[in-house]
């Protein structure tokens, strides 16, 4: 299962590449010799420069309080290979078990944060958070994208998009209107 | 290319089931005999109940004054069948054109708001902003969903995934891992 393809910097003002079209990703933190992985759905680019990142994560997640307490974590884009370990991520708990451990997962050291990646992932966003104001109302925090590795193949990689009540739909053909934009909205 | 198709109610609650995916959406406006159609992908649903959706609205569109003053839109979903009305949309000015009358979309009456539904589109969810916190330093609309149509059928319309640089990802196909998750999960 562990993706052997090379992984390449990415300019973190085009991350939108991969989270605009909506994929779930996995979310790993770590703090205070504590780590964890979360299966995340709710979360929308919001600027380019810097390269920022919203997104909802609930309170009653373990990665709740590891991620505001480092501060720090890691947005990682798992694709239909991934399938069945996201779903499994997602109805565990890191209070549990170690998710890393029990879905064979491989944590591997980032360049800019101390939360580990998922080397499995197709790309790995390295995350500081950006603006905390809206956690305690909503939940939800604003992350700035700091370093983005990406695997240099496929180039467009089958990502799962999550539609409730346990049903996925998966990425499908790609279609281009680049004709039809004018430069300044590509 | 009007949609025949019969639209429902559907509970405010189960919207993430058309935003959560990712697609582009088409959001609709008025204010003080105005009234204007932009193209956006960059949103998330923030919470089932109230039904709460994030996203971006940046200050250069011309729907920005309408939706900011009228603190009322439509978030309307696009198919493929209209792929390039939506790009058109995104690449045109509603200071220059009825994008309405330009591309050849009806407006209807909404229920709950005064900003108009887009008919030909698959959904269309009635939204009062709710929090303008973020708006000045973001961009960072937050709206409430009041009212939610969509058509019955489909089942799962062909939505448009952007991922920059004039390429869209097209929805592919459905799969279901509902016996893995826990019920609360769902």
Known sequence: MARRTAKIDLPVDEIRRYLEPGPIVLVSSAHAGKRNIMTMGWHTVMEFTPSLVGCIIAGGNYSFDLIRKSRECVIN??????????????????????????????????????????????????????????????????????????????KHPRTLHYTGDGVFMVSGEIISRRSLFRPQML
């Open 77 to 154: 884009l798992p694709t239909t290979a991934l399938t069945d370990a996201a779903v499994g991520i997602g109805n565990t708990s890191g209070a549990e078990i170690d998710k890393f451990e029990h879905f064979r997962l491989t944590a591997e050291k980032a360049r800019r944060v101390k939360a580990p990646l998922i080397r499995e992932c197709h790309a790995n966003l390295e995350c500081r958070l950006a603006d905390d104001r809206l956690v305690d109302r909503y939940n939800f925090f604003i992350f700035e994208v700091v370093k983005a590795h990406v695997a240099t193949a496929p």
